[in-house]
């Protein structure tokens, strides 16, 4: 048996960025990925924006977490010899002069104007501003599914990647290793997305599949920046392609495309401006969100050295890079962990059965 110091399980974004970060500190790892075409993450648009626009406020932890991830991603394009992160400005466009007046006035907010601006430039386009519009600095995009097939490649070379068929389902732990083919470790990590509900250990956890859709498109006359007005507008690699998107509904739980998604999009789509458009492509995918936005992050309570890092939700651009240094160092060298991230908070959730199986997992 090849001896590493941790089996990641997943290689979503987060697994993927877990692996890059282990790198990092020297330390030695196997990731087990089940390809999964539509997972979350292959799915995802990639946009790393910092603020809620709902209330023109920061995200959670934006202060921190949006220079972190920036220049881990910049430096990962350096590594994998790619160009899968894109720096970007997203430009606002105010649907009311209410909107507009909250914007300004957080401009001139020293907690809020490190990301808020009022000034924007635009090439000329048909797009309507009646209420004018604003700038977010310090945005982004990371093409994922590109992401994800560059780290696969680097990891691959380095032997440091096996794919199986299958979910990996009940890792046992043998005198104290964890085990998977021939390989075993003293840390396991889970960087499952939705799949961590199939996981007998860790499925008392919850989290909350949200469905998105996104409309790709083919048009001609739109600016080639990020737009945002109750959507987002996004240009693709190739030249007069978008992306709009993305719906939310945490009712539908089928994997089609869906009639009212395409109306809600286009609708607001329409709101921007009038543009000959072709759609493409109609996507589908889930996010996995927890009921609280927080993410998921920590040690099994009865499996020790079992590990989580999930619930990214709609930020996991953003939040993955700090949130996987923050649990490495937890687990390195006994930082504290983020304490509203932290699984700690659903330990009364856990269930004999959860219990149960943890049990059985270790042999000796
Ligand atoms: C429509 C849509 C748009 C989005 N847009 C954005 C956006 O603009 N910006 C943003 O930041 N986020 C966005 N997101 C959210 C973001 O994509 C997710 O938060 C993130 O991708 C979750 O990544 P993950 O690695 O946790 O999970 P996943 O992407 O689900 O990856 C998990 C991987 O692990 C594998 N796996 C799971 N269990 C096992 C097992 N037991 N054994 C082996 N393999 C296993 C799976 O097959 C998969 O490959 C969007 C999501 C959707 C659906």
Known sequence: ??????IIVGQGLVGSILALTLEKFNKSFIVVDCVNETSSSKVSAGILNPISF???????????????????????????????FISLDVVRIFSSYEEQNIWHSKTGDNRYNLFLSSDFDLPKSNIVFPYGGGKVNSCGRLIVKDFLSSCFNYLNKKKAIIRVNSIQKAIPKINGNYCVQNYKAKHIIYCEGLDMLNNPIFNYLPIIPNKGELLKIKCAELPNVLLSKGIFVLPNNSKNNFTIGATYDHKDKSKFPTRSAKIELLKKFNKIGDFNI????????????????RPLVGEHPILKKSYVINGMGSKGVMMAPWLVNNLIRHIIFNEALEKEASIKRHEKKLKKENIDFASQLCVN
Request: proline share 4%; net charge positive.
């Open 54 to 84: 709902k209330r023109c406020i920061n995200s959670w932890k934006a202060n921190v977490l949006n220079p972190f991830s920036i220049s881990f991603y910049k430096e990962t394009n350096v590594k994998l010899q790619s160009n899968d």
């Open 278 to 293: 072709k759609i493409i492509d109609q996507t589908v995918g889930f996010r996995p969100t927890t009921v609280d936005r």
């Open 1 to 6: 048996m090849s001896e590493k110091d941790f």
